[in-house]
């Protein structure tokens, strides 16, 4: 099972919501990813977990605040947004051995800020 | 700054043709190459390369890397409509550094 899911498949928020994306693997995978994807472009990674801490951040606003609650699950939590925070925000996961291993990618979630 | 090149952005093609998308790379540590295929959402994984001049297939996919010249290419023939999407590379440099992303080809195939 190479499965990564994600939740929810859309989001519409406005800029004082407080809400969470949640992301769940149950390959036995010890990395896990944050990816922001703007229309036409790259993922662009936002948070790296490997062993259930974080590891990376890359620079990503406070309103963006990621949660591993065990090995199996991420959270985006998300407050304050602004509207170019718009995007498909995809979770990913790889065995965490190294993190150039291959990921895996979930569905993604669809956010849009009002 | 480790850096992940692909050409062409873009390519229109009729069905039944070959193409060859092109992913070059600069690098401190090399350690592996990879290509996803991204339709509508999500990127899924198509190939992983480590080693020169061993070519991994997958139907009428392709690919192959050249570690000297710093490249690798992903061969698709005889395009189908469905092989309409972008295809990202993306390479991994070292242990503690996760993959770098190119831009990706966007490949349109036209009946």
């Known amino acids: 099972d190479t499965e990564v899911t994600q939740t929810p498949k859309h989001l519409v928020m406005g800029m004082t919501n407080k809400k969470s994306l949640k992301c769940e693997q149950h390959?036995?995978?010890?990395?896990m990813y944050w990816y922001k994807q703007k229309a036409k472009k790259p993922p662009e990674l936002m948070f790296v977990y490997s062993y259930e801490k974080l590891s990376i951040n890359e620079s990503v606003p406070s309103r963006f605040s990621p949660e591993c609650p065990n090995s199996s699950l991420l959270n985006l939590h998300l407050h304050a947004l602004q509207p170019e925070d718009s995007a498909l925000y995809l979770c990913?996961?790889?065995?965490?051995?190294?993190?150039?291993?291959?990921?895996?990618f979930g569905p993604g979630t669809r956010l849009t800020v009002l | 700054e480790d850096k992940v090149v692909q050409s062409p952005l873009s390519l229109v093609v009729h069905e039944g043709d070959t193409v060859t998308l092109n992913c070059s790379y600069e690098v401190t540590n090399f350690r592996s190459l990879l290509w996803y295929k991204q339709e509508k959402k999500a990127p899924t994984f198509l190939f992983m390369l480590?080693?020169?001049?061993i070519e991994k297939k997958s139907g009428r996919l392709s690919s192959i890397l050249d570690k000297k010249e710093l490249f690798s290419i992903l061969n698709i023939t005889a395009t189908q409509t469905g092989d309409s999407a972008v295809y990202l590379c993306a390479g991994g440099f070292s242990g503690n550094t996760p993959l770098v992303f190119g831009k990706g080809t966007r490949l349109s195939v036209i009946a």
């Open positions: 390959m036995g995978h010890r990395a």
């Open positions: 990913a996961s790889s065995s965490g051995t190294v993190l150039t291993d291959t990921q895996y």
């Open positions: 480590t080693s020169s001049g």
